[in-house]
Structures are given as C-alpha cells and as structure tokens.
T-cell receptor
Framework: GNSVTQMEGPVTLSEEAFLTINCTYT??????LFWYVQYPGEGLQLLLKATKADDKGSNKGFEATYRKETTSFHLEKGSVQVSDSAVYFC???????????????FGQGTILTVHP | DGGITQSPKYLFRKEGQNVTLSCEQN?????MYWYRQDPGQGLRLIYYSQIVNDFQKGDIAEGYSVSREKKESFPLTVTSAQKNPTAFYLC?????????????FGSGTQLSVL
C-alpha cells in the first residue's frame, strides 16, 4: 500500500535560518504529492502541491520538487520566520480511480518551532 | 463565507457512551472525509463518502460509524466499541472532479475520555 515517511522532529530553528523537511514516499502508479500545514488548534491547510515528476510546488516562500527517481518531495524555505512555527505534513493522493479516488495518505508530521 | 464547521471543539466521553461529532460544509462539495490525528502518527482515515447515501471504510473504521443523508453533513459517531477514542478528529471535503485533489479541513474536535 501507499506510505509517506517524514523526517523525525521536532525541528527548532532561529529566524532567517534555512529549512529542510525530508519526505519520501512509496506508492503504485503516479500519485500527486502535497505539503499541508497545521497551526496550533486548527485544521490543516494546503501549502503546496505537485502532480507529476519534476514539478515544483511553491507558496509563501516554501518549495518542494517531485523527484520520482528518489521518491522524494522535500520541503524547503530559504529564510524562516517565527510565524512559520507549525506542524507540517507530507501527503500523497491515490489517483487509482474508483471509490478510492481522492484519499490522502499522510506522513506523521514534523513540528517546526522558529525562535526570534 | 464558505467552509467546513466542526462541533463541538472539545468533547468528553464517559465509559460505554456513544458520542457524535458534527461536520457541516457549505462548499457544495461531494466528497467528505473523517481523519483521526494522534501525536506522532499523522492522520489516519476513518471513513469517507464520495456522494450522498454512500460511504466507505477507511483504514481504521472499527468502533466508528457515519451517515451521509445530506450533501452538507457527514456526522461521525464514536461508539463504545472504540476502546481508545482520545484523539483530535478532523473532517475534510473535496470538490468533485479528478483535477480537484485539494482537501479543505475543518478546525477539528478534540475528544477525551473521562
């Protein structure tokens, strides 16, 4: 079955530091890949996505590239802010069709804390 | 404003009691989902529904039940058979169509056992 593995957290950085959160996946077929962000006490929000190999998703200074050869979708940001403190989830979408369509498989989440 | 509303925000369950979590959306989305979130385990799919009056079990459906009588509503019942119900529960919905993969999430319900 499908699975997503994220780097162990929590991650603690100083403001303006470079961020990388690793994500690798196992899937049959050609899944779409996502990063979602969860702020304290809230639901998840889509941060960025990529639907095919070599696509780069980007939003709010965050980027991730769909690497089929390494089955990875690492999240990066060049200069983090205190307001980026949240939990980040990598996920993939089952594009196999039928009744399973649209199901997301999530990684375990990575807690990011950014200090001033 | 359109969105997904979950209620209550906090819920306490007594031993042997069934409790129902509400999820309502006014986004006109066909598909709706229930996820359970436990610390360090990410989100796991409980049940999902692609259309009114139809739903399928997810990965951890045991001890839970759902109904989908209206497009806007997808309530989740945590039954007494669920022995470890303490978790954060998230409802989500999605627009129809193969290109619409983004999930819209509610703000969640924290369920605890008394």
């Amino acid at each position: 079955g499908n699975s997503v593995t994220q780097m162990e957290g929590p991650v603690t950085l100083s403001e303006e530091a470079f961020l990388t959160i690793n994500c690798t996946y196992t899937a049959t077929g050609y899944p779409s890949l996502f990063w979602y962000v969860q702020y304290p006490g809230e639901g998840l929000q889509l941060l960025l996505k990529a639907t095919k190999a070599d696509d780069k998703g980007s939003n709010k200074g965050f980027e991730a590239t769909y690497r089929k050869e390494t089955t990875s979708f690492h999240l990066e940001k060049g200069s983090v802010q205190v307001s980026d403190s949240a939990v980040y989830f990598c996920a993939l979408s089952d594009n196999g069709g039928g009744t399973s369509y649209g199901k997301l498989t999530f990684g375990q989440g990575t807690i990011l804390t950014v200090h001033p | 404003d359109g969105g997904i509303t979950q209620s209550p925000k906090y819920l306490f369950r007594k031993e042997g009691q069934n409790v129902t979590l509400s999820c309502e959306q006014n986004l006109n989305h066909d598909a709706m989902y229930w996820y359970r979130q436990d610390p360090g385990q990410g989100l796991r799919l409980i049940y999902y529904s692609q259309i009114v009056n139809d739903f399928q079990k997810g990965d951890i459906a045991e001890g839970y039940s759902v109904s989908r009588e209206k497009k806007e509503s997808f309530p989740l019942t945590v039954t007494s058979a669920q022995k470890n119900p303490t978790a954060f529960y998230l409802c989500a919905s999605r627009r129809p169509g193969p290109s619409n993969e983004k999930l819209f999430f509610g703000s969640g319900t924290q369920l605890s056992v008394l």
